[in-house]
């Protein structure tokens, strides 16, 4: 069973940092892409960030040159590095892999529980 446990989130004033992380647990072959996802209060969950297994990134504007996406491939761990934080990044964010299934010979999605974010002064 594939497991994805995030941490870090919490308050924090605005103009403040969080560093978010999420480990794959389980067993599996590989990961592919892995990403963060938010989810603001009567909003639609929204993709925040994305990292291939290659490295290469993508982000949405609002947090262009703001969060940084990152991953540790031999720890099975992607982070979410979170400077000069908003009101407006106000969140339940989660994490996501995309994780091969040999039985199904497929990629799966598979989410974490998400943690909460909460920027307020």
């Known amino acids: 069973q594939v497991q994805l446990v995030e941490s870090g989130g919490g308050l924090v004033q605005p103009g403040g940092s969080l560093r978010l992380s999420c480990p794959v647990s389980?067993?599996?072959?590989?990961?592919?892409?892995m990403g963060w996802y938010r989810q603001a209060p009567g909003k639609q969950r929204e993709l925040v960030a994305i990292?291939?297994?290659?490295?290469?990134?993508n982000y949405v504007d609002s947090v262009k040159g703001r969060f940084t996406i990152s991953r540790d491939n031999a720890k099975y761990t992607v982070y979410l590095q979170m400077n000069s934080l908003k009101p407006e990044d106000t969140a339940v964010y989660y994490c996501?892999?995309?994780?091969?299934?040999?039985?199904?010979?497929?990629?799966?999605?598979?989410w974490g529980q998400g943690t909460q974010v909460i920027v307020s002064s």
């Open positions: 389980g067993s599996f072959p590989m990961i592919n892409t």
């Open positions: 996501n892999a995309e994780v091969w299934s040999p039985s199904e010979r497929a990629w799966r999605d598979y």
């Open positions: 990292i291939t297994l290659g490295g290469s990134t």
